[in-house]
């Protein structure tokens, strides 16, 4: 089975156990984290941090830390070519508010092949991939 690439808003959702997307985000996260196959970003795991602190305080963010210490999700790096193809991203796409963290993440999806993701973000949705923008990437729940 290929990567699944987790996003803020999945992150999010599992960590607050009010969120209405909650159930439908673990279900699918634990089967495939279980399976060795979760994966994020670095500025994903920082804007998920500094979410979850925000909304639910120091120590739901350190529980979140110390989850993603216990090898939950692989983090992987966001490179300087990375960078400079989120640029050309938000550029290609300018009637879409893609954030920083959104763009670094579809370059990094395509850097490592990875087509699924966990996200309840809808640019996830919009997004596509590759020449002539034809591949979209598969988006769970």
Known sequence: MPALFVDTSAFY?????DDRNHERARTVFERRA???E????????????????????????????????TSVA??????S???????????????QDFSLIDAT???LMERHGIDE???????????RAGPGRRRPF????
């Open 105 to 107: 993440s579809f370059a």
């Open 117 to 127: 993701a966990l996200a309840l973000d809808a640019h996830f949705r919009v997004f």
């Open 38 to 69: 979760a994966c994020t970003s670095d500025y994903v795991f920082v804007e998920t941090w500094s979410l979850i602190r925000a909304r639910m305080g120091r120590g739901a963010a350190l529980r979140f830390w110390d989850a993603m210490r």
């Open 81 to 95: 070519d990375d960078l400079r193809r989120a640029r050309a991203i938000v550029a290609a796409w300018p009637d």
């Open 138 to 141: 598969r988006v769970v729940p």
């Open 34 to 36: 279980e399976a060795g």
């Open 74 to 79: 692989r983090v992987l790096g966001v490179s």
């Open 13 to 17: 959702a599992l960590a607050d156990a």
